[in-house]
């Protein structure tokens, strides 16, 4: 495995606009996160970036991206690179996410064109898959998880595959506050971590519906990392305390990992 802490990744999606991000980090220092356990990582729309960065100064909470392009450079208008990124102090992209796939046709082959190149420049993918409520209602859940992972690290080999991390997002949990069981999202980690070499060495995070209240049962699961947290990753006490919960510090007062 990359790293034995939990990771926790705030996807911001399209809320706050660079004066709220700056805002935002302001608060977070104030409350000085214990990041000593645990790996933090916000990812501002493309906007707030360079503000965010600048404002988290020497704090070792990390700035990641909600996507980018695979090209150094070229024709494609709208879209940010991966040089681009790494000006702006990114060092993790979440690539694939299902609001991507929903609505702006991201497909199987341009996330593993993605991940190849946040690799090649040294940011680390953060690789979303899920189900959809159909799926989950067929029960077809671990197929369709497996087939869309094969699919983004297809081609790839096991040492480079194990530099990403998998984020498992059942699209029927996100923003819907019905969580999955710690036991059914560990069966699907499972599932992940068995679908392609490599990732039986990497971080795999459940997405939808985290809360500070649902984390820590979560990462007690020996096939769950951490977290990709949407709404509760807004407020910046509640992003401190999804971290405090990650660590198992709030409850015991002390570092328990
Ligand atoms: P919520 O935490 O708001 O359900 O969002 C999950 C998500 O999609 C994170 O990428």
């Not at 049962?217 to 947290?229: C, H, K």
Request: some cysteine; aromatic content about 6%.
């Amino acid at each position: 495995m990359t790293s034995t802490k939990p990771l926790v990744v705030a996807n911001w999606k399209m809320h706050k606009t660079a004066f709220e991000a700056i805002a935002f980090v302001r608060e977070l220092l104030t409350l000085d996160p214990d990041c000593r356990h645990v790996d933090a990582v916000i990812c501002p729309p493309f906007t707030a970036l360079a503000a965010v960065h600048d404002a988290l100064g020497v704090s070792p909470v990390e700035l990641g991206a909600q996507t980018m392009w695979y090209a150094d450079s070229g024709a494609f208008t709208g879209e940010i690179s991966p040089r681009m990124l790494l000006e702006s102090g990114v060092r993790w992209v979440v690539l694939g996410h299902s609001e991507r796939r929903q609505y702006c046709g991201e497909v199987d082959e341009t996330i593993n064109r993605k991940i190849r190149a946040a690799l090649a420049h040294g940011i680390t993918p953060i690789v979303a898959v899920g189900d959809t409520p159909s799926e989950h209602a067929a029960g077809i859940t671990l197929d369709r998880v497996a087939e869309q992972t094969r699919a983004a690290f297809d081609g790839m080999i096991a040492d480079e595959v194990a530099r990403c991390v998998v984020a498992y997002e059942p699209i029927w949990a996100i923003g819907s506050g019905q969580i999955d069981s710690p036991e059914d999202a560990n069966a699907v980690m499972r599932e992940i971590r068995g679908a392609v070499p490599g990732l039986d060495r990497t971080r795999i995070l459940y997405g939808g519906s985290v809360e500070p209240a649902s984390i820590r049962r979560l990462v007690a699961q020996p096939n769950i990392d951490g977290a990709l947290v949407g709404g509760a990753s807004l407020e910046a006490s509640s992003f401190v305390a999804l971290l405090d919960e990650a660590q198992g510090r709030a409850l015991s007062g002390q570092a328990s990992m």
